[in-house]
Antibody, heavy 122, light 110 residues
């Protein structure tokens, strides 16, 4: 079955960097767009970024453009999120999600991981 | 940035039906048929319940249905069950962001 497992979260100081990983299994990873989404404490979901199946196309939310970079390694069935210049407001649970096929829209997510917690604090 | 507005909370009794609304603008929900709904139990992975306004992924109960009227999308859950208690989020394509989520609605089953 489809599994997405995030890792790499933890405590980091403001201004610091962190790299999240997402290990995918149970499907042909290289066939799917993938995305990162976060949930901040007490708030809702926020889409961050997505990447095409072959890495040729990425798009990110304005809130993280220039600070966060999405990438993938299809040979390792892995998705990554490099987060730089972290701020307190980046504290959140970060989810990786698979973009659903079968729709003309790349914003439907049919499988999600359980998330990894990132805490930005001094 | 445009917003998708959901009620903070709704409640219903076992066996009843409830509807959760998601209000956007003429630039998003009204214009595009790109609305989905997610169920999120704390500590678990969110689950896609509805996409393309009213389609259900394989395996999702027929008790869940979606619709749209103008700039408001709706998720209806019929025959409420205890396990339906969760947070529900809508999302849509918008003119200001390719993916935007609503603020979420906490469903309490009485």
């Amino acid at each position: 079955q489809v599994q997405l497992v995030e890792s790499g979260g933890g405590l980091v100081k403001p201004g610091g960097s962190l790299r999240l990983s997402c290990a995918a299994s149970g499907f042909t990873f290289s066939d799917y767009y993938m995305s990162w989404i976060r949930q901040t404490p007490g708030k809702g979901l926020e889409w961050l970024s997505y990447i095409s199946s072959g890495s040729s196309y990425t798009n990110s939310a304005d809130s993280v453009k220039g600070r966060f970079t999405i990438s993938r390694d299809n040979s390792k069935n892995s998705l990554y999120l490099q987060m730089n210049s972290l701020r307190a407001e980046d504290t959140a649970v970060y989810y990786c999600a698979r973009v659903m096929v079968g729709s003309a829209y790349s914003g439907f997510f049919d499988y999600w991981g359980q998330g990894t917690l990132v805490t930005v604090s001094s | 940035q445009s917003a998708l507005t959901q009620p903070a909370s709704v409640s219903g009794s076992l066996g009843q039906s409830i509807t959760i609304s998601c209000t956007g603008t003429s630039s998003d929900i009204d214009y595009y048929n790109y609305v989905s709904w997610y169920q999120h139990h704390p500590g678990k992975a969110p689950k896609l319940m509805i996409y393309d306004v009213s389609d259900r992924p394989s395996g999702v109960s027929t008790r869940f249905s979606g619709s749209k009227s103008g700039n408001t999308a709706s998720l209806t859950i019929s025959g409420l069950q205890a396990e339906d208690e969760a947070e529900y989020y809508c999302n849509s394509y918008t003119s200001s962001s390719p993916v935007l989520f609503g603020g979420g609605t906490k469903l309490t089953v009485l």
